[in-house]
């Protein structure tokens, strides 16, 4: 099994190209099942989660292909995917391909939306708490489909095509909106999502849906107004900036003290995130092509953090934002309100020399003056990122073990580390 060392201290300085979202680029493939056109997706990272999802969908007998680099282009410029599923052959997302990814569970809208059945297995993914799919369920339903569990299977049907109907979610929930948005496209008369998500993937992906031909209202805001249609064509799209990967490689030159340009990232979608920055003494500006971040002074400021839907600061950079506050001077709150069990990066960063009390979903974080390097494990995606950061910071060396989580959700990252000055190195075996 892979691992990463990380010889903390280095300044990082320079430019770091960001990725296409993971989290619009998945929802983005399994979109392609609502059309037997072509549709075509640009600057889709390379990461296992994507290679995942792709066998999931050939196994519904979608073909994928990914087009050549052209001149030009480089290994960070992203895939361009071409999603052709002219003929579903097969509407069972079956257990072995589901369990290790959440998100492919929500080929389930599509599926029934499309061929009017569909046989998913319930979702694992990553640990970080019980994460139902009440909401899921309990739309497909008011849309007309009729809703078994079998032996570990949704197990859904929709004979006469799923039915337009208004869905009011009891919590925003970026999943379920995407799938009812998806399954809205192709069903019988109106469907209106109210309490939708408003992440600027869920956006991302209504606009991709509006050139396959899909009439969407409200994209970006918390009422989606969706008329079905009678099919869905071909398009080309390109997916949307990881802002979770600019707020990661923002903080992580925070944490050195360095100067970082993030190149195509996009500050409307990180208002909240450069917020917190700013009062944590941290500058990220806007300029021509992306978005510079330096410390404004030699020290961080404590701050409170409370992770909140979209607008609000993002759970999915929770964990950086503790690493960075390990070393603020004074005590920083961070309160966790998406997932409960969200903090399990708490003890690997304890094991760096961090200072941090955990209680309920709040944790509190005492800065300490040095960080030290020490052999951890990567629990999840951000969490193991988080890692990451604190040990760029961190004196001596870090071993990072169970690095398959971050090849889940960050493209290139001991590459994209390296060309700012870090030393990181990825170890085999
Ligand atoms: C997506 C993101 C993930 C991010 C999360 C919250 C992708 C691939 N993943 O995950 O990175 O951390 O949004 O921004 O885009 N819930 C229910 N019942 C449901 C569905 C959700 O109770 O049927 C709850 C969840 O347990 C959680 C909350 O709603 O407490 C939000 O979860 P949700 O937005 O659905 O997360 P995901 O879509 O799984």
Redesign the pocket.
């Given at each position: 099994m892979d691992r990463i060392l990380i010889r903390g201290g280095n300044r990082l300085n320079g430019e770091i190209p960001i990725s296409g979202a993971?989290?619009?680029a998945?929802?983005l493939l399994i979109a392609g099942l609502l059309t037997d056109e072509v549709l075509e997706l640009s600057n889709v990272p390379r990461l296992a989660?994507v290679s995942q999802l792709n066998r999931i969908l050939r196994n519904h007998g979608a073909d994928i292909t990914k087009r050549g680099k052209r001149s030009g282009e480089t290994m960070l410029s992203g895939d361009t995917v071409r999603v052709h599923a002219e003929d579903i052959v097969d509407t069972t997302a079956p257990y072995e391909l589901v369990s290790t990814m959440?998100?492919s569970f929500?080929v389930l809208g599509p599926l029934l939306a499309r061929c009017h059945e569909a046989r998913v297995s319930l979702p694992g993914?990553?640990a970080?708490?019980?994460?139902?799919?009440?909401?899921?369920?309990?739309a497909m339903r008011e849309m007309g489909a009729e809703i078994d569990i079998e032996g570990g299977y949704v197990v859904a049907r929709a004979p006469g095509g799923l039915k337009g109907a208004r869905i009011t979610?009891?919590?925003?929930?970026?999943?379920?909106?995407?799938v009812v948005m998806m399954a809205a496209t192709l069903a019988n008369g109106e469907t209106v999502i109210e309490n939708a998500?408003r992440?600027p993937?869920v956006a991302d992906v209504a606009r991709c849906l509006v050139s396959m031909g899909a009439k969407i209202e409200g994209i970006g805001t918390s009422t989606l107004r969706i008329q079905g249609v009678d099919r869905l064509h071909g398009a080309s799209h390109r997916v949307v900036a990881d802002r979770?990967e600019a707020g990661t490689y923002a903080m992580a030159a925070a944490m050195t003290g360095g100067e970082v340009l993030l190149k195509g990232a996009e500050a409307e979608h990180l208002r909240a995130f450069i917020r917190v920055m700013d009062e944590a003494g941290v500058a990220v500006r806007e300029e021509q092509g992306g978005l510079r971040v330096r410390r404004n002074g030699d020290g961080l400021n404590p701050v409170f953090v409370e992770t909140r839907?979209?607008p609000g600061f993002?759970?999915?950079l929770q964990a950086q934002v503790m690493a960075l506050l390990t070393m603020a001077g004074g005590v920083s709150t961070i309160r966790e309100t998406?997932?409960?069990n969200?903090f399990m990066h708490v003890q690997e960063l304890v094991r760096l020399g961090a200072d941090i009390t955990l209680s309920g979903d709040t944790a509190h974080v005492r800065g300490v003056d040095r960080l030290i390097g020490a052999p951890v494990m990567a629990t999840d995606?951000?969490a193991s990122v988080s890692l990451v950061i604190a040990a760029l910071a961190a004196q001596g060396e870090t071993e990072l073990n169970r690095v398959y989580h971050l090849d889940r959700g960050f493209e290139a990252l001991e590459h994209k580390l390296s060309a700012v000055g870090a030393d990181v190195e990825r170890v085999s075996g």
């Open positions: 993971k989290n619009a998945l929802p989660d959440r998100a929500w993914g990553c970080i708490g019980t994460r139902p799919v009440d909401f899921y369920l309990e979610f009891p919590k925003v929930s970026v999943g379920a909106t995407h998500a992440e993937e979770i839907p979209h993002p759970t999915d998406i997932f409960e969200r995606l951000r």
